[in-house]
């Protein structure tokens, strides 16, 4: 079956610093793939998202690239700021047909002072 | 705009109770709808989908139920809880067909402890 596996956390930062969250994924045929970020208190929220390989979503600052020869997702961002602490969730469907039916991965839970 | 509402927030409930988590969503008609949840220090799972009226799929056996009961409302319920039902439970929608891309739009979570 299908699997997300993130990079254990938690990951503490300092302002301005360089993010990398690194995510593997294990799916039979070819799926796309999400980062989803929930902020203190609130729901998720779709963050980015590549549908095949080779693909780059960006959002906000953060890119993460659909590596399909090392089936990884990573998500980096070259300057963090206190507002990105929140829970990341990376992400995978099946393809369009099974968009909505995701596999996510653990989450890490990051934390930026200033 | 599109909302998604979520209730209760917070719920504590000794085992062998029932259990209903009500789900809707407004401003937008035909949504797919979809029941997660997150166990503590685990990803979250796809427990329920639904792409209409009385129309539920499950994704995994468990001591949960599902009802969809009108286009926009979503309800888990459970006869007799269990201790394993502890944990955030999440609902989502995203739109029908060609207007899908990939995105889930979630709800602010319901955590319930059963004791």
């Known amino acids: 079956g299908n699997s997300v596996t993130q990079m254990e956390g938690p990951v503490t930062l300092s302002e301005e610093a360089f993010l990398t969250i690194n995510c593997t994924y294990t799916?039979?045929?070819?799926?796309?793939l999400f980062w989803y970020v929930q902020y203190p208190g609130e729901g998720l929220q779709l963050l980015l998202k590549?549908?095949?390989?080779?693909d780059k979503g960006s959002n906000k600052g953060f890119e993460a690239t659909y590596r399909k020869e090392t089936t990884s997702f990573h998500l980096e961002k070259g300057s963090v700021q206190v507002s990105d602490s929140a829970v990341y969730f990376c992400?995978?469907?099946?393809?369009?047909?099974?968009?909505?039916?995701?596999?996510f991965g653990q989450g890490t839970i990051l934390t930026v002072h200033p | 705009s599109q909302t998604i509402h979520q209730w209760p927030a917070t719920l504590v409930q000794p085992v062998g109770s029932p259990l209903s988590l009500e789900c809707t969503v407004e401003g937008t008609s035909n949504p797919n709808l979809y029941w997660y949840r997150q166990a503590a220090g685990r990803g979250l799972q796809l427990l329920f989908y639904s792409v209409g009226i009385g129309q539920i799929s499950s994704e995994v056996p468990q001591n949960l139920s599902a009802s969809r009961p009108q286009d926009r409302q979503f309800i888990l319920s459970s006869k007799k809880l269990l201790l394993s039902d502890s944990g955030f439970y999440l609902c989502?929608?995203?739109?029908?067909?060609?207007?899908?891309?990939?995105?889930?739009?979630f709800g602010e979570g319901s955590r319930l402890t059963v004791l």
């Open positions: 799916a039979t045929g070819y799926p796309s």
């Open positions: 992400a995978l469907s099946e393809g369009w047909t099974s968009y909505g039916k995701l596999t």
């Open positions: 989502a929608w995203s739109p029908r067909g060609a207007a899908n891309t990939g995105e889930l739009f």
């Open positions: 590549a549908t095949k390989a080779d």
